[in-house]
């Protein structure tokens, strides 16, 4: 009797313990977890950045304030960061400067497999006196037709404002 009292106590900790260890693998990492126990999803993701010059070592912050500056570079980036193939989403990216596309290319459609991105890069010419801001929106996956680990990222949203 004790034996068997001890042997399912044994089992139950083991359980328990397994059961812990998979919940922190997968607070800690949905994409690697749901890799080893759900589908191959996706995760698309988009980022924007901005720099004050071509070589993108200036970096400017999201909400910042610069003093006089002819020209700003803002960079977008989509990324595939989950298990699965992205396939045929669309996205659109523009810039605003003081309320006014300076970049507005049509919306356009990808697929991304795991691991791939693609990055493309918009000059903004300050040439107005006073506050000239800029606004950057990305979006990614519009409409959210494809099944991802992570619905959240697939936008954003950049501003800064050059006073020259």
Do not use: W
Not at 11 to 26: E, H, N, Q
Not at 51 to 77: A, E
Not at 83 to 91: I, K
């Amino acid at each position: 009797m004790k034996s068997k009292l001890f042997f399912a106590k044994k089992v139950l900790v083991m359980a328990l313990a397994l059961v812990i260890s998979m919940s922190i693998t997968f607070l800690a990492r949905p994409d690697v977890a749901l890799a080893r126990v759900g589908p191959q999803l996706p995760d698309i993701r988009a980022k924007i950045f901005a720099f004050s010059d071509p070589n993108f070592r200036n970096d400017i912050l999201n909400l910042q304030t610069l003093g006089p500056l002819g020209k700003s570079f803002v960079r977008f980036t989509i990324s595939n960061n989950g298990p699965g193939q992205a396939t045929n989403f669309t996205y659109k990216a523009v810039v605003r400067l003081n309320g006014v596309k300076v970049f507005d290319p049509p919306t356009a459609t990808i697929t991304l497999n795991p691991g791939q991105s693609i990055t493309f890069v918009t000059p903004i010419v300050h040439n107005a006196s006073g506050q000239n801001k800029v606004e950057a929106k990305l979006l990614a996956d519009i409409g959210n037709f494809v099944t991802e680990i992570d619905e959240v990222n697939n936008s954003r949203t950049f501003t800064y404002t050059v006073i020259n």
